[in-house]
């Protein structure tokens, strides 16, 4: 059994078409990956227009936003409101800063070593997320108190570090016209 399927199974509510429940919560996430293209898709117009540096502040302060939204969530929380809006505050500000982000670790790199810089920030990438995503979860089961506790606290933090991405990313010095 996957990790993905395990929640529908165990919380598939009792008396209902565990089929409907099911074609449900895909359904509940399918706007997400619409977000991520509509803004990946937006991104060349809109860093034409304001540049790389602040349409990478402007997707991660999106993003960060969800993630705060997505640590008020309670039990009584709805479909709606609790997962698909603020998921789509997330994926919408993911989908902002994807390009800028390869766009600035590739300018300025000779044509022999961008696939180098390309695979090295892939790379990073992954082990970022594997390595966040750990510590997060690592935080939300060993936060305890009411059921959603731990998981408000991971994603508070989760918010608090993406907002300090866009601070930092204000901080760091224009080395190259791509920056701006």
């Not at 227009?49 to 709805?78: C, D, H, K, M, Y």
Request: aromatic share 6%; with cysteine; hydrophobic share 50%.
């Amino acid at each position: 059994m996957s990790c993905s399927s395990w929640p529908r199974r165990c919380y598939a509510p009792k008396g209902r078409s565990r089929h409907w429940w099911i074609w449900r919560w895909h359904l509940a996430f399918l706007p997400h990956t619409f977000a991520i293209i509509v803004a990946s898709k937006a991104t060349p117009r809109l860093a034409g227009r304001v540049g790389l540096r602040p349409l990478l502040v402007a997707g991660a302060l999106i993003s960060a936003a969800g993630f705060a939204w997505q640590a008020t969530n309670t039990p009584e929380s709805g479909l709606l409101t609790g997962i698909v809006l603020p998921g789509l505050l997330i994926t919408g500000g993911m989908g902002l800063t994807s390009a800028p982000i390869a766009l600035i670790a590739t300018a300025g790199v000779g044509p022999g070593e961008a696939g180098l810089v390309s695979g090295i920030l892939n790379s990073s990438r992954q082990v970022g997320g594997s390595l966040g995503l750990a510590a997060l979860t690592t935080l939300a089961a060993a936060h305890t108190g009411a059921p959603t506790s731990g998981y408000a606290l991971a994603f508070g933090v989760c918010a608090g570090v993406v907002a300090a991405g866009a601070v930092a990313v204000l901080a760091l010095p224009k080395t190259s016209k791509a920056c701006d």
